[in-house]
């Protein structure tokens, strides 16, 4: 099993910016692509981002251009850069792998005021 800690979600308004970090507690590099995943109050968990092992990222459309993931395999951590912040990204993010599921973590709220 993994366990994943996510953090550095927060407050800001709406043109801000955020970095996410989520650490897990063995290697990213054995479990392949990451990703960041995001859950608004009654909707469904959403794909926000993910990247490959390599670090080639792939993005929604909503969030191209303003988010950028990475991974630093050696510290076993993944990142959201978020940038131009709209009150729509308001969430829970966490962060998973991309083809297998491990148990979620508590995630971090990011809220963005108008």
């Known amino acids: 099993q993994v366990q994943l800690v996510e953090s550095g979600g927060g407050l800001v308004q709406a043109g801000g910016s955020l970095s996410l970090s989520c650490i897990a507690s063995r290697s990213i590099f054995s479990i392949g692509t990451m990703a960041w995943y995001r859950q608004a109050p009654g909707e469904q968990r959403e794909l926000v981002a993910s990247i490959t092992w390599s670090g080639s990222p792939n993005y929604v459309d909503s969030v191209k251009g303003r988010f950028t993931i990475s991974r630093d395999n050696a510290r076993n951590t993944l990142y959201l850069q978020m940038n131009s912040l709209k009150p729509e990204d308001t969430a829970v993010y966490y962060c998973?792998?991309?083809?297998?599921?491990?148990?979620w973590g508590q995630g971090t709220q990011v809220t963005v005021s108008s």
């Open positions: 998973n792998g991309y083809h297998t599921k491990y148990a």
